[in-house]
């Protein structure tokens, strides 16, 4: 129960953010869209968690993603996000697939983005996500696309 207010308290907050929107599954069954924050001034900080849209892993395995994220000063604090592919529990902890992916760094969206794989990840699975953890401060935002 605890869980559930803290995530209706996070969706209220995200979406009070102009332009932020769920994240969209693409028409390929093996690609999701992720995205947090919006623009500058209006990113997320320390200790907020993002859902992507729910997916279907294929027969590889493997998951890469591939994305950016950046914050309004890099000088001040670098931004730092963790990703994990998840099946989401509204009631207790999420099941975690793999070795959750630590980025740590600005890849602007104008620039070069990173690249991580994520292994071990349950053969065509329904009803996988990516869950956004933001591990630092000061407006972080960014988006990417898991392979």
């Known amino acids: 129960m605890k869980k559930a207010l803290v995530l209706a308290t996070m969706a209220a907050t995200l979406f009070s953010f102009h332009g932020v929107t769920n994240a969209a599954v693409s028409p390929e069954a093996d690609l999701v869209?992720?995205?947090?924050?919006?623009?500058?001034?209006?990113?997320?900080?320390?200790?907020?968690?993002?859902y992507s849209s729910s997916?279907?892993?294929?027969?590889?395995?493997?998951?890469?993603?591939?994305?950016?994220?950046?914050?309004?000063?890099?000088?001040?604090?670098?931004?730092?996000?963790?990703?994990?592919?998840?099946?989401?529990?509204?009631?207790?902890?999420?099941?975690?697939?793999?070795?959750?992916?630590?980025?740590?760094?600005?890849?602007?969206?104008?620039?070069?983005?990173?690249?991580k794989t994520i292994n071990s990840i349950p053969l065509n699975k329904s009803g996988l996500q990516i869950k956004m953890q933001i591990l630092s401060y000061y407006n972080v935002r960014g988006a990417g696309n898991a392979y």
């Open 55 to 115: 997916f279907t892993s294929d027969s590889s395995g493997t998951i890469v993603l591939n994305g950016w994220q950046e914050n309004d000063d890099p000088t001040k604090f670098v931004p730092r996000v963790k990703y994990s592919v998840v099946t989401y529990n509204y009631f207790g902890d999420d099941t975690v697939h793999g070795s959750p992916a630590d980025i740590n760094g600005t890849y602007r969206q104008s620039g070069a983005w990173y690249s």
């Open 33 to 50: 869209y992720y995205s947090f924050g919006c623009c500058q001034n209006q990113g997320l900080e320390y200790g907020a968690t993002v």
